[in-house]
T-cell receptor
Framework: EAQVTQNPRYLITVTGKKLTVTCSQN?????MSWYRQDPGLGLRQIYY???????DKGDVPEGYKVSRKEKRNFPLILESPSPNQTSLYFC????????????FGPGTRLTVL | AQSVTQLGSHVSVSEGALVLLRCNYS??????LFWYVQYPNQGLQLLLK??????LVKGINGFEAEFKKSETSFHLTKPSAHMSDAAEYFC?????????FGAGTTVTVRA
């Protein structure tokens, strides 16, 4: 089954404790992206990757890191999480950019205390 | 730069009534436009998209949207609401690799 998977689905952590949210897709897509969803703000793009080893900032990259060492994986790293990073995070992938449909993962609900 | 404005954060309709969700965008280059739906505790699912060509786009579940360049709008409609349409709807604009979403509109359907 074609899908985007994220782990963990739920995470409660404390300020300053480094964490990684994994994202994997099995569709051989070139493009992957991370978003955060907050009430009243919709989804905002954090980082995206056009291909292996090629990443760029979205609209809200501060406090996040990403890497794309393999085509299928695109982990999101919070080196020193803060409470304002409490949010619902989605990973997505598409064949390329432009008009291609993005397929979304199920989401990761992160709470930073 | 690009941005999306969805008019109305909540819309309530009666079952069988017209659903109209408004979306306006700004973009410095011709954009690709999308509508996504999010059911409770789920990810986003594509309803429909506009790329080029025909300005009236038909999607899944009976939804359609019309691209009006002069009004920079991409409003979503469904002639007859069903209880299963209760969800949050997001309009999005994409240029090359960046995708920008509106704040979302929550639709409730009254029996």
């Amino acid at each position: 089954e074609a899908q985007v998977t994220q782990n963990p689905r739920y995470l409660i952590t404390v300020t300053g404790k480094k964490l990684t949210v994994t994202c994997s897709q099995n569709m051989n897509h070139e493009y992957m992206s991370w978003y955060r969803q907050d009430p009243g703000l919709g989804l905002r793009q954090i980082y995206y990757s056009m291909n292996v080893e090629v990443t760029d900032k979205g609209d809200v990259p501060e406090g996040y890191k990403v890497s794309r060492k393999e085509k299928r994986n695109f982990p999101l790293i919070l080196e020193s999480p803060s409470p304002n990073q409490t949010s619902l995070y989605f990973c997505a992938s598409s064949q390329f950019g432009g008009a291609d449909e993005q397929f979304f993962g199920p989401g990761t609900r992160l709470t930073v205390l | 730069a690009q941005s999306v404005t969805q008019l109305g954060s909540h819309v309530s309709v009666s079952e069988g009534a017209l659903v109209l969700l408004r979306c306006n965008y700004s973009s410095s280059v011709p954009p690709y436009l999308f509508w996504y739906v999010q059911y409770p505790n789920q990810g986003l699912q594509l309803l429909l998209k506009y790329t080029t060509g025909a300005t009236l786009v038909k999607g899944i579940n009976g939804f359609e949207a019309e691209f009006k360049k002069s009004e920079t709008s991409f409003h979503l409609t469904k002639p007859s609401a069903h209880m299963s349409d209760a969800a949050e709807y997001f309009c999005a604009v994409r240029t090359d690799y960046k995708l920008s979403f509106g704040a979302g509109t929550t639709v409730t359907v009254r029996a």
